[in-house]
């Protein structure tokens, strides 16, 4: 299969120059590839800086050095060095982000926050709508919170609208923070399911799960980053 | 030879819509901006922001041609030919002004004409690049004045008669009827009550994605900036200290100044 993240000697160290210029050292000489397909679970205890490395190949955090080679568009691209649109244009079409929280904005309807990524990629209106409802329905949202912003909605509602977002249309890349932190145990199979079905429809996945049981039945590979630990 | 033009490509324009080189404002002794450089491409949105006083609002006037500066240039790539907006006579770029872009000031009394009724506000600038039926104009502005949450029945109206929130949205169907390619917005939610903002704030992000507009807004509300923009510049004592993606920027700030900043908000 294809190499879809290949990651070259980075490092990240905070350097916070509002307390005395403190340093803190997060890992050092990170290398590590994934191939479209596969499911890779970053292990290491809270601290070790998983969710840092996850938001580095995302583009939000810069690496202190390294390289971070996402495959877009057929080309591998350094998403560290790439201009800010060309970082837009990799995450609109390649690469998508699955935190725990959602991100709301005033007034927009909960199903048209989770058509929004069909409509970027050109899908019409209908089409886009009839996906967005299956996978709300899915999810086991009334339907009387469709058409309302998530504004009020509880923390597993909330966190189920960003799943329907995240997985109506799965990207090539997907890194995933966590994403059935607040779910029950129904929810929870579905969010496996919808990683099973992303990775056989070609997706890479990076993830962070808590749930020891989530990570068994998600993962075919395990990256343990406190191997990486600056000495 | 055959190019071949991998899909990742095709996405992106060729060229910058606008190029802004070494740009410096002095004000006697003291600095207003100084040597600001950046490209903006078609259809991105970048923020300016910075406590009062940084120098924000200074460069906005240098780039949306309003004050000359003293060194620098701005390259506009919006009509035929890339034109060096200080370099063309006062009328060609008071034209500009007009029909390629678009300000939207801070306080609507100055980008509105008080006297004159909402739908003459609208109408005036599609009057201004050469529209001369009357039923036409008058169509469109009531189908702006919709789009920016003003009831049809008020198009008789004065802006006076309006709140500020409405005020602001007129402004907005004003600048935007004329279909420019870039807008410059200074604080555009700036003195307006929270609740009024959020609605505002949704109307601009709706708007500026559905006309693929190129912008420029100024604020010092971080949550502003998060929603609306694409790229950030931060600014301190009239020079640029960082600059990035948006959310790079505010989440893994590098500079002293903008770590105190984005330290020194709530969640933003």
């Given at each position: 299969m294809p190499t879809m993240i290949q990651v070259e000697n980075v490092a990240k160290t905070f350097t916070l120059h509002n307390q005395g210029g403190a340093r803190l050292p997060v890992f050092d000489d990170v290398n590590f590839s994934v191939e479209a397909g596969e499911a890779l679970v970053l292990a290491g205890?809270?601290?070790?800086?998983k969710s840092s490395l996850l938001r580095i190949l995302y583009g939000n955090y810069r690496p202190t050095a390294g390289k971070i080679h996402i495959t877009h568009g057929g080309r591998p691209i350094d998403i560290v060095a790439a201009v800010p649109r060309t970082v837009l244009d990799i995450r609109r079409r390649t690469l998508g982000f699955v935190s725990q929280f959602l991100r709301v904005i005033p007034r927009v309807s909960t199903l048209d926050i989770v058509r929004d990524p069909l409509l970027a990629r050109g899908a019409s209106a209908e089409v886009a709508a009839e996906r967005a409802k299956a996978m709300l329905a899915r999810l086991n949202l009334p339907e009387r919170l469709w058409g309302l912003a998530p504004a009020t909605f509880s923390g597993g509602e909330q966190q189920r609208v960003n799943i329907a977002r995240s997985f109506v249309e799965p990207s090539a890349v997907m890194l995933i923070d966590e994403p059935t932190a607040s779910l029950d145990a129904a929810n929870r199979d579905v969010v496996v399911e919808l990683i099973a079905e992303a990775r056989a429809g070609g997706s890479a996945i990076v993830g962070i799960f808590h749930d020891e049981a989530v990570r068994e039945r998600v993962a075919t590979r395990y990256l343990d980053i406190t191997a990486f630990r600056k000495a | 030879m055959t190019l071949h033009v991998a899909p990742g490509e095709l996405a992106l324009e060729p060229a910058p819509l606008l190029s802004v080189a070494g740009i410096s404002r002095f004000y006697g002794e003291r600095i207003g901006c100084a040597e600001v450089s950046f490209d903006l491409w078609p259809g991105e949105v970048l923020g300016i922001v910075g406590e009062s006083g940084s120098g924000k609002s200074t460069l906005l006037r240098c780039l949306a041609g309003i004050d000359k500066p003293d060194a620098g240039e701005v390259l506009f790539r919006g009509g035929p030919a890339p034109l060096d907006i200080y370099s063309v006579p006062e009328q060609e770029r008071r034209r500009l002004m007009r029909t390629a872009w678009g300000i939207v000031h801070q306080n609507p009394r100055d980008g509105l004409r008080m006297d004159v009724s909402a739908g003459g506000n609208v109408g005036e600038r599609l009057m201004d690049r050469g529209d001369r039926h009357y039923g036409q104009i008058r169509e469109r502005a009531l189908d702006w004045l919709q789009r920016v949450e003003i009831a049809g029945a008020r198009i008789d109206d004065r802006p006076r008669q309006f709140s500020g929130g409405m005020q602001q949205r007129l402004q907005i169907a004003r600048v935007l009827v004329s279909e420019p390619r870039l807008v410059f917005m200074d604080e555009p939610t700036g003195g307006l009550d929270v609740s009024v903002q959020a609605r505002l704030l949704d109307l601009l992000r709706v708007l500026v994605r559905d006309l693929g507009l190129a912008a420029v807004i100024v604020t010092h509300d971080l949550a502003v900036a998060r929603l609306l923009t694409d790229r950030l510049m931060v600014m301190k004592d009239g020079r640029v200290v960082e600059h990035g993606l948006t959310d790079q920027v505010l989440d893994?700030?590098?500079?002293a100044y903008t770590q105190l900043l984005t330290s020194a908000v709530l969640g933003a």
């Open positions: 205890a809270s601290g070790a800086g | 893994d700030p590098h500079h």
